[in-house]
């Protein structure tokens, strides 16, 4: 199928190092931001989710932070797997409507 | 347990002619929306419904396109008179209810459109 990676900024690590993908936002107000990952031919698929109250959050494998001063959001991903390799985007919402979404970064893991 | 099921998965259509693409949400969403994808960008917000109540269609991009979700579960977006720029992936989001706090919301896999 097509690549949703397209034209889009890549990030390329080797397999077992970790990946941190940054994020630019746009508007001020927002109060939640989320993180997708995007294979080709699939949706958007849920990583984890911070709220403006909050500048940290883990999971499993990944750690969103959150700077609310410069308006910028990461991505990081510890010991990263071939199956890690996809589209990224984040997502911020203001209120209770739909995402605005980032341009995306395609990530691709050197075996 | 089912995710948000999205059909056709493929749909090509001439211009002019008029599509209509369906969405089944997960069991028990309140919230729904829908999206655009061009190829090599980020989803674009189209309209988002609040069981059959469409709270904002701001992003519809042309009076061609409706949305409806009559009995507050499956959802239909329509074009009428398609262009060649409606050509894009329309995805599919759900999620439970809102006045819980923002939750995530779950996408589907989309229906690719081409317009020839």
């Known amino acids: 199928g097509e690549s949703v990676g397209l034209h889009l900024p890549t990030l390329s690590v080797q397999e077992g190092d970790n990946s941190i993908i940054n994020c630019a936002y746009s508007?001020?107000?927002?109060?939640?931001f989320i993180w997708y990952k995007q294979e080709s031919g699939k949706g958007p698929q849920f990583i984890i989710d911070?709220?403006?109250?909050?500048d940290k959050r883990q999971g499993q494998r990944v750690t969103v932070l959150l700077n609310k001063t410069v308006k910028h959001l990461s991505l990081q991903i510890a010991a990263t797997q071939p199956g890690d390799s996809a589209v990224y985007f984040c997502?911020?919402?203001?209120?209770?409507?739909?995402?605005?979404f980032g341009k995306g970064t395609h990530l691709i893991i050197q075996p | 347990g089912a995710g948000v099921s999205q059909s056709p998965r493929y749909k090509v259509a001439k211009r002019g002619q008029d599509v209509a693409l369906r969405c089944d949400p997960i069991?028990?969403?309140?919230?729904l929306f829908w999206y655009q994808q061009a190829l090599g960008q980020g989803p674009e917000f189209l309209t988002y419904?609040?069981?059959?109540?469409?709270?904002?269609k701001s992003g519809l991009p042309s009076d061609r396109f409706f949305a409806e979700r009559p009995e507050g579960s499956v959802s239909t977006l329509k074009i009428q008179r398609t262009q060649q720029e409606d050509s894009a992936v329309y995805l599919c989001?759900?999620?439970?209810?809102?006045?819980?706090?923002?939750?995530?919301?779950?996408f589907g896999d989309g229906t690719r459109l081409s317009i020839l």
């Open positions: 997502a911020e919402k203001e209120g209770a409507d739909g995402l605005t």
């Open positions: 508007n001020s107000a927002s109060d939640y």
């Open positions: 911070i709220r403006s109250n909050m």
């Open positions: 069991s028990g969403h309140v919230s």
């Open positions: 419904f609040q069981n059959e109540a469409q709270l904002d």
């Open positions: 989001a759900s999620n439970f209810a809102p006045g819980l706090g923002n939750q995530p919301q779950h």
